[in-house]
């Protein structure tokens, strides 16, 4: 048999690695780093050669499911669809469209069937209630972002390639490659800076694996990320160190800042840190007095009570230490397609606003067009109208990876009506009444639709798909317009295709209008996502703009460079005020919400720290749950243990390999304890996303060795009231030892 060679981005994580695979006789013979990548050289972790076990996982949907009885069984996606048709509309009818909700989890991120079709389900539901993993991980740093820079993706990143101080607060970026941060191989990028002498501090309640390789680490207290962070700016005002650089001319605020954070002295947050004052005035010193230098911070800082506020500082630490939108320091990407900051009119726009509808039970404010996943469940059980009682789950599974998961398993069985786009049964879409299976990523074509807005370097790539479609199944696209269809009353049987050239020609004549016809002509043969971003690369920043820039980027440029490993279009390049989106054409560094929750933040830098609290973690193998059903990530050491400190392990009378029960109010969960000199005393680590070992799940390997939901044990009324985001991390804990044989 004939072996072919096929180049593929990685699905599986932000960091979005160039891959080479073998295939001979349909099967997939081996997975390895693609040298040439331009983004990734060559880096590969484990996920990448886990996509065999994805693709070949028997445990893996390959047709549509319905529930008969209470009991999945197969079925034909016509029948499927038909199901569909059939108990939707009399419930849309009956309750209205607010009954229905829509939530989305992150492999969706990496598929741009999903990404740039689903917002056409949620928008022929017409409801509110739309609900993403993003509040549980990232919604307080797009808000920050969006308040200041104008845009919800117009995040500032480490230009790491150049800087010669990289202060990294609550992240893991070498288990993670990256969080809001697309970075490879980011081990040898510190590796990198520390050779030419740059330093790498890390700041974080755990001896994480970046600590480990970090020239420096310090313990901090869990949520007190905002009060360290609020007197390093208090110590630049005080110490007179403020300079705006480059950026100087951009900058709205910085005397509001200046009077927001005196209170915020070293000496008035060092205990609640767990910082020593003069530490946090180094730390300060150090940033603002070396040329190119950086503030990264990420999950830890995001899944707290401050979250907004945390991810707002570090920003306003690198604006008022002149290292945003300079080499070294903080820049912005400049992505090839669909980047909001690089279309219409430079350095102005319309900006960011929240509120402009609120949950129904507890009133709190939809962000990004989202309310927090954490309502989800009130929302369904809550009588009255506008109760949910119609869900749609998209690659997605919150009931282990959202707080009192419990509580919204039993919630979702109350639902009338459940469907599921999913390649498992897993611990939610058991629930479903209908589930359709989406394609295995070897068998789609790839282009990241969000990530080079995060890219550590501006690159564009395509992959084609490595293997065909199983016969009769469509592309998600596809499914997402059917369903739309079914939703507006035309039917199953309404063609997809047909759909999608309908709304192209309407999109078109919004945006080419005189000349729609010509763009419809110029995408003649793309279909689906394929012809969007044919349009989006073509009018974009690096595009041929439809044969005006005859050298420019077309999607036959991009397909034509994939054994090549893409095309590399350059390093980070400053882009204020150019990518401003903001109404007053500035970087906004006092946001009035955010000045405003100083204050609560203030007021609670006095209260009393807890004797024990507990944080989440990540491993480069189990960074989500779906990755606990494939042998290649699954091997190894347990990794579903609760480390501990020695001291608290001693104190608690706790054994290592032994159950522990952990309580937090009246939620309580047992863990197996690993003792670890790595933690900070006072703070327990478990990592998220585990549990399975629920009734009518279908993960027969993950339910081996099922481990424990941390998020079953957390308060889902617990949010950052301004993002939404869960409090996944920090939370007031007690431990005992469980008798031996329980």
């Not at 091997?635 to 501990?644: E, S």
Request: hydrophobic residues 45%.
């Amino acid at each position: 048999m004939i072996e072919t060679i096929h180049h593929r981005i990685c699905p599986l994580c932000e960091a979005c690695c160039g891959l080479e695979i073998k295939v001979q006789g349909g099967n997939v013979t081996s997975i390895k780093g693609h040298a040439q990548d331009v983004f990734s050289a060559g880096y590969i972790c484990p996920k990448g050669v886990a996509l065999k076990d994805l693709h070949e996982d028997p445990d893996r949907l390959r047709t549509p499911m319905i529930k008969r009885n209470g009991t999945f069984v197969q079925a034909t996606w016509e029948d499927a669809f038909a199901e569909i048709e059939r108990r939707l509309p009399p419930l849309l009818a009956a309750h209205g469209h607010n009954a229905s909700a829509v939530v989305v989890g992150n492999p969706s991120a990496h598929k741009i069937g999903l990404l740039s079709y689903f917002g056409k389900l949620a928008r022929a539901l017409g409801t509110k209630n739309i609900f993403s993993s993003s509040t549980l991980d990232q919604m307080p740093k797009q808000l920050a972002s969006g308040l200041m820079f104008g845009h919800w993706l117009s995040v500032a990143l480490p230009d790491i390639a150049r800087t010669d101080l990289l202060l990294v607060i609550g992240a893991n970026p070498l288990a993670s490659n990256g969080s809001m941060w697309t970075v490879p191989d980011f081990k040898g990028k510190a590796r990198a800076m520390q050779a030419r002498g740059g330093k790498l501090i890390v700041i974080d309640p755990r001896r994480t694996e970046t600590a480990a390789v970090a020239d420096a680490h310090h313990f901090i207290r869990p949520g007190a990320d905002v009060f360290l962070l609020a007197a390093m700016v208090q110590t630049l005002f005080a110490d007179k160190l403020v300079r705006l650089g480059s950026v100087a001319a951009w900058v709205n605020g910085v005397e509001e800042v200046g009077l927001a954070v005196a209170a915020f002295t070293p000496e008035a947050v060092a205990a609640r840190c767990g910082l020593d004052a003069q530490t946090i005035r180094t730390l300060a010193r150090d940033l603002a007095n070396t040329e190119r230098a950086c503030v990264y911070a990420r999950i830890g800082t995001c899944t707290q009570e401050y979250g907004t506020l945390a991810s707002w500082l570090v920003d306003v630490l690198n604006v008022l230490t002149g290292h945003l939108d300079m080499p070294g320091g903080a820049m912005f990407a400049k992505s090839a397609a669909f980047a909001s900051n690089t279309t219409g009119k430079s350095g102005t726009g319309k900006g960011v606003s929240t509120g402009r509808h609120f949950a129904r039970v507890s009133g709190v404010p939809e962000v990004f067009g989202e309310l927090p996943i954490t309502c989800m469940a009130e929302e369904i059980e809550t009588t009255g109208p506008g109760q949910i009682r119609v869900l749609f789950t998209v690659a997605t599974n919150p009931v282990l990876s959202s707080p009192n998961g419990p509580r919204l398993a039993a919630a979702l069985d109350t639902l009338d009506f459940m469907v599921s786009m999913d390649i498992y049964v897993n611990e939610t879409t058991r629930h479903a009444d209908v589930i359709l299976p989406g394609l295995s990523p070897l068998e789609d074509f790839h282009y990241d639709l969000a990530f080079p807005q995060l890219s550590w370097r501006n690159h564009a790539r395509y992959s084609p798909p490595v293997l065909p479609r199983t016969d009769g199944t469509p592309e998600e696209w596809q499914t997402l317009l059917k369903l739309a269809a079914i939703v507006r009353g035309e039917g199953a049987q309404t063609d997809a295709n047909a759909l999608d050239d309908a709304q192209f020609a309407e999109d078109s004549q919004r945006l080419a209008g005189a000349n729609a016809a010509a763009l419809i002509e110029a995408t003649k043969g793309l279909k689906g996502p394929q012809r969007l971003l044919e349009v989006a690369l073509r009018t974009g920043p690096y595009g041929d703009l439809f044969g005006v820039n005859p050298d420019g980027l077309t999607l036959a440029k991009v397909m034509a460079s994939n054994s090549a490993g893409g095309l590399d279009l350059g390093e980070l390049r400053p882009r204020i005020p150019e990518m401003l989106r903001t109404p007053s054409g500035k970087v906004e560094l006092a946001p009035p919400s955010l000045l405003s929750d100083l204050i609560r933040a203030a007021a609670d830098l006095a209260s009393p720290v807890p004797d024990l609290v507990i944080i989440g973690r990540r491993d480069v193998r189990t960074n989500n749950s779906w990755m606990h059903n494939l042998p290649t990530l699954a091997k190894g050491p347990f990794r579903c243990t609760a480390l501990v400190h020695p001291e608290d392990a001693e104190r608690l009378k706790l054994q290592d390999g032994a159950l522990a029960h952990i309580a937090s109010g009246p939620r309580s969960i047992q863990a197996q304890v690993q003792i670890s000199a790595e933690m900070m005393p006072g703070v327990v680590s478990l990592p998220h996303g585990w549990g399975h070992n629920l009734p009518g799940t279908r993960l027969k390997l993950a339910a081996q060795r099922p481990g424990v939901n941390l998020n079953a044990l957390l308060d889902d009324q617990l949010r950052d009231p301004l993002s939404g985001n869960a409090v996944l991390g920090g939370v007031a804990i007690t431990m005992r030892a469980m008798p031996r044989g329980v």
